[in-house]
């Protein structure tokens, strides 16, 4: 129950060589024989062991085969009267412990009438005695025993060995996992399952079986998964010549997961949201996030598992360096060039709107934290996204090539170990002698320890006369918790510069070292157009005061295609931001002005770019990032300025969106390639377009004559061949307000009345609709009256709470408290149940000293009344104290 800081780190005082562990799989009580082989730690004092344990019954315990004296404190077992000296002992620890009582969802847990365990970062210790750390690593036997009808599947990490019938319909399985591992590593499953099996050779000759397990009902929905797992595979030996390790790998999928997935050494356990998928139930964007968190876990079995963590400050050498290798492989994945661009340019916008935010509020923290109360708080966009530009960065000092060597030499060094980020970030250098990355290492290990997005700022000169271009660019970090004062970063700046009419000049990368530093062009025959960040090649915040001219010529001819999809965000952002401080005009009155509307045609008529591309210029900035750029922020003013402006992008455009949605409306055969997801999105967006602009009723159809959109969009949703289509007619329907909308929700709910994941979005697209005088959060509430809801399922919950509290600021931030005052409701009647949700919600008032009066005020008192509450768990302890410090 009290902070523990990186700066106390100690070796463990004693190793466990081998874990022998027996389960009797009962819901109500499982019994666990803990069979394990310790040495002293001959590097550290002699010392009593500690053993953690969380929620266990502890009925024996045996010191090579002889009854202990042991005393339990602070809910570990102590053993002080051990066998002095250096040889291994035997220690046997019989416990129980209540799977189906386990709300938590960590340990031991039922779902459905099955068992899954999730262990990282601290569930082993609810269910046995244990050295729960990750540098703690052994050898695993696991012998399962259960009743064979109910639960004919039996699982755990490794190979199976042996299996057979016991007495009373019981059956048993035994896995040998052939690998050490921490504890954190450790699953078992048992349950009614099915499976898809593949098998696959590897280039290095060697034979694997594939498998993936679901529920029985289920098993059409895997094929996708199954081949993102197949690429995986591949991708991992050309990539970076890391191959498959073992003869079995096993994804089962779970409908109760606190989060996406889990890496469990051959055993990955999976929430169903990221393995099931058909194109009647899931949309491109899921089929997209299968094949990314499939590789993510995948990926991990060796950065992360065969390389693990020393302790759980180090996080970010497994989960960013794992993010980095799963962007990659999907951006390899889409192919072309400018596919690969739009997967940039989504991860950006997620960096965006959700690590700078987190950098910029009370829960900011180094990418390596220097302490927690809860680690399950630090599992963050910032230990996450932030790590993976981190490493990113190391690739593009270093080159793909001097990448790749330092990866090999990274596990030539640390193959078995559990190191830290120091250890990585030295593999790169050393592997790159003489380089400008290893010259700079010191510095650019900062990234690791400062908190808090950089600023850089550029300010150029052009001397007409001599033709010479300087670009000064200046960088500072703010202040963040416990951290006042930032030394200079190592930023890598991809810079280029256009003539007026668009071509380019020249490019380069620069790497910026100090607080400030001039760069020189010479002989540029006129006033250039800079283009700065390309690639954002650096996870910083650019100021530069470009002309609307410029941006103009960025968004038309950047080669760049970041910046030139950054070049129509900054236009839309200037133009919020000018709306926004005109505190008098009324929302309705707001007019985009031609010049913007004409960039806006030109990209969407374009005849050559893509049309996934052609969706995010169109996209206006979210309303979280818009919020970023403000002093104070009136979330409704926010809201209501950006739909102003989506509404007359709407209308101005109208003949263009109907262009756009009839040259992209049929993809033909459902695939999801990232060309017919383009194109998809596409289409679902100027289907929203032409709903709002019908509502507008002017400058929709002529006189007298019933706009046809809303009818064209309620029958595409009726007729959808796919659910992206489907759900993207559904969504221009309630979002633009229609009346339509109603009858839709209700057939989309009757057919889908018995798909979990689909019940998901129809819950979140109630919870996340555009507020229309308030009546967002009574449709909430009606919404967790309903028999389909079920706070104890994080899906569930997450589809409707999260939807308002977390992702629709303009209807959660009411100037009546409302929305604040069910936010705490909710924390504190999850907190209980299931506390890493809690806390994930707690966190949707993060940024609450930003907000104007009278919600600033309401919001602390929200936030008080939660933290004022007796016994709350650490992980929403931890969250609401440091939002009121
Ligand atoms: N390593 C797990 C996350 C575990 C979260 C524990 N609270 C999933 C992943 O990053 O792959
Ligand atoms: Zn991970």
Not at 227 to 254: K, P, Q, Y
Not at 408 to 421: P, Q
Not at 561 to 568: K, S, T, V
Request: net charge negative; proline share 6%.
């Amino acid at each position: 129950n009290s902070v523990i800081y990186r700066a106390d780190y100690q070796a463990p005082a004693y190793w466990i060589d081998t874990v022998d562990l027996c389960f009797d799989l009962d819901p109500a009580k499982t019994r666990v024989l803990n069979k394990m082989k310790l040495r002293r730690n001959a590097d550290v004092a002699p010392q009593p062991l500690r053993l953690d344990g969380e929620e266990l019954n502890l009925s024996r315990v045996l010191v090579n085969g002889q009854g202990t004296s042991f005393k339990i404190d602070g809910g570990q077992l102590v053993l002080e009267n051990l066998p002095e000296g250096d040889q291994p002992f035997e220690l046997e620890i019989f416990t129980t412990c209540a799977p189906v009582k386990n709300t938590k969802l960590m340990g031991l847990y039922v779902s459905n009438d099955s068992f899954f365990t999730q262990c990282e970062a601290e569930g082993f210790r609810r269910i046995t005695y244990f050295l729960d750390r990750p540098d703690v690593m052994a050898s695993y036997t696991v012998t399962l025993r259960a009743d064979k009808a109910r639960y004919p599947v039996l699982l755990s990490n490794g190979n199976l060995v042996d299996q057979g019938k016991l007495d009373d319909g019981r059956h048993f399985a035994r896995w040998v996992d052939p690998f050490r591992k921490p504890s954190y590593l450790f699953a078992l499953v048992a349950g009614q399952l099915v499976c898809r099996e593949q098998r696959i050779t590897s280039r290095a000759g060697k034979e694997h079986l594939l498998q993936v397990y679901v529920r029985p009902g289920d098993l059409d929905k895997t094929e996708h998964a199954m081949n993102a797992l197949m690429d995986s595979v591949a991708w991992d030996e050309a990539r970076f010549g890391l191959s498959l390790d073992l003869e079995r790998f096993m994804i089962v999928a779970t409908s109760d997961f606190n989060m996406g997935a889990m890496e469990n050494k051959g055993l990955n356990i999976f929430n169903t949201k990221y393995v099931l998928a058909s194109q009647a139930t899931a949309t491109d964007t899921d089929f997209s996030n299968i094949e990314s968190v499939v590789g993510h876990e995948y990926f991990h079995n060796w950065t992360g598992n065969r390389v693990t963590c020393r302790d759980w400050f180090q996080l970010s050498l497994k989960e960013g360096l794992t993010v980095f290798r799963d962007q990659e492989f999907s951006q390899d994945l889409a192919g072309e060039a400018s596919a690969r661009a739009v997967k940039r340019i989504e991860d950006v916008r997620v960096l965006r709107t959700a690590q700078f935010p987190e950098d910029a509020g009370p829960m900011a923290h180094p990418v390596r934290p220097d302490q927690y109360l809860e680690i399950n708080n630090f599992y963050t966009v910032t230990v996450y996204e932030k790590g993976a530009e981190v490493v990113r960065m190391m690739q593009t000092l270093v080159g793909r090539e001097g990448f790749a060597r330092g990866m090999t030499l990274y596990f030539e060094r640390h193959d078995g170990h559990a190191v830290t980020c120091d250890d990585f970030a030295q593999a790169i250098a050393d592997a790159n002698p003489g380089s400008q990355f290893e010259q700079l290492l010191p510095q650019f290990k900062r990234w690791y320890s400062q908190a808090g997005t950089p600023r850089v700022t550029a300010v150029t000169q052009y001397d007409e006369p001599t033709g010479e271009y300087r670009l000064t660019l200046s960088q500072s970090c703010p202040p963040t918790p416990g951290q006042e004062h930032k030394e200079p970063f190592v930023i890598p700046i991809g810079l280029g510069l256009l003539a007026a009419d668009g071509s380019e000049l020249t490019s380069r990368m620069h790497v910026l070292t100090q607080a400030s530093e001039t760069l020189t062009f010479p002989g540029i025959d006129g006033e250039p157009v800079p283009s700065i960040l390309r690639g954002f090649s650096a996870p910083v915040i650019l100021e530069h005061a470009y002309t609307d001219a410029q941006l103009l010529t960025l968004l038309a001819h950047d080669t760049d295609p970041f910046n030139r999809w950054e070049a129509g965000q900054r236009l839309a952002v200037n133009r919020a931001l000018a709306f926004m401080g005109q505190q008098a005009m009324p929302a309705s009155d707001i007019r985009l002005d031609q010049p913007y509307i004409e960039a806006m045609r030109s990209i969407l008529r374009h005849p050559t770019l893509d049309s996934a591309f052609k969706e995010l210029v169109l996209t206006l900035p979210a309303e979280t990032y818009l919020g970023e750029q403000l002093q104070e922020v009136d979330p409704q003013r926010v809201h209501a300025v950006r739909e102003a402006m989506r509404q007359q992008l709407a209308q101005q455009l109208q003949a263009d969106w109907q262009c756009a949605f009839e040259t992209n409306s049929d993809t033909g055969g459902y695939v999801p390639d990232p060309v017919s997801c383009g194109r998809r999105a596409l289409a679902g967006m100027a289907l929203t377009h032409l709903c709002l602009a019908a509502r507008s009723g002017a400058h929709s159809a002529g006189p007298g004559q019933p706009d046809v959109w809303p009818g064209k969009a309620y029958q595409r949703f009726k007729d959808a061949a796919n659910m992206t289509d489907r759900f993207n007619a559904l969504s221009a329907l309630v979002i633009s307000g229609n009346e339509l909308a109603a009858p839709a929700l209700q057939k989309f709910h009757a057919l889908f009345k018995d798909e979990p994941l689909v019940l998901d979005k129809w819950f979140a697209l109630q919870a996340g609709q555009p507020d229309r005088g308030g009546n967002v959060l009574p449709a909430v509430k009606q919404l967790m009256n309903h028999p389909d809801f079920n706070i104890r399922n994080p899906n569930r919950a997450r589809s409707v709470i999260f939807s308002y509290c977390s992702a629709n600021p303009g209807a959660f931030h009411r100037p009546d408290a409302a929305g604040y005052v069910f936010w705490s409701e909710r924390v504190l009647e999850l907190d209980p149940i299931n506390p890493q949700v809690a806390a994930r919600l707690a966190r949707a008032l993060d940024r609450w000293k930003k907000l104007v009066e009278p919600l600033r005020s309401a919001a602390r008192e929200a936030i008080a009344r939660v933290a004022a509450k007796p016994d709350l768990s650490n992980d929403v302890r931890e969250v609401v104290t440091r939002a009121l410090a």
